[in-house]
């Protein structure tokens, strides 16, 4: 009986050993976040093309374990939240809303241990982009995107590499009638102390984007077209396992 219950207890702190997370936790809330967005429009009264700064706050959890690997991302209603008293005080020239109002991913990790996998990720949320040239964040229009990615990740001593590329379908009733784009991340996260470190994570976005306009007097206008392209860094705090 003594035996059994030995090797039973043996198997399951073996299987518990192997259960063990190994990967990291990128925090960027609090985070920030420097680059620029470019919107270009065609056929659009109210403007053609612009390009602003990209937004300062953001608020977005990164996380690759064993098996899984998680994305949730609201940097674009955070933004919006924190900067509505300046919109109403007409403090702001334009939004900066660019990206995930409330967006997901889940994939998959293959390979073990904590030297090098890869894996899939599906892809759901709801995201905004400025097209209407519009000054007040939380009065943009926002649509859903849908789509598929690839990630892998690679250790190095005390630094973690990862790199994201995917492609999204973009999709909303009388606003965005067809569209889709790109988007490739990049992690660099280094180890200070323990467990604990920082982590660097420039991003490239491409949109393009067939819509219906709000025109001048309320209403929408003509179906038009839009090309969306942001490149930001972002910088955030980071737990390794």
């Known amino acids: 009986m003594k035996k059994t219950i030995t090797s039973f207890l043996f198997a399951l702190g073996s299987l518990a050993v192997q259960a063990q997370d190994v990967g990291m936790n990128c925090q960027y809330f609090p985070g920030v976040q420097f680059g620029f967005v470019s919107v270009k429009a065609e056929n659009n009264a109210r403007f053609t093309k612009y390009r602003y700064g990209a937004a300062l706050p953001i608020l977005m959890i990164d996380r690759i374990t064993s098996r899984w690997y998680t994305n949730l991302d609201f940097s674009a209603l955070y933004y919006g939240a924190t900067q509505t008293n300046k919109a109403n005080d007409d403090r702001i020239k334009i939004s900066k809303a660019e990206g995930a109002l409330a967006a997901g991913r889940v994939g998959y ?26 000054t007040r964040p939380l009065k943009q229009r926002s649509y859903l ?68 306009p709000e025109a001048a007097g309320g209403g929408t206008a003509a179906e038009t077209g839009a090309k969306v392209r942001s490149f930001v860094i972002r910088l955030g705090l980071t737990k390794f396992f």
Do not use: H, W
């Open 109 to 134: 990790m293959f390979g073990s241990g904590d030297n090098f996998r890869f894996g899939i990720n599906g892809n759901l949320g709801l995201m905004t982009s400025n097209v209407d040239s519009l």
């Open 145 to 212: 995107n849908y789509g598929l990615g690839i990630l892998a990740y690679k250790k190095f001593g005390k630094f973690r590499v990862v790199g994201k590329v995917g492609y999204e379908l973009y999709r909303k009733k009388n606003f965005v009638t067809k569209g889709g784009g790109m988007y490739f991340e990049g992690t660099l996260a280094y180890s200070f102390y323990q467990k604990y470190g920082i982590s660097v994570m420039p991003c490239l976005y491409t949109k393009r984007l067939t819509y219906l």
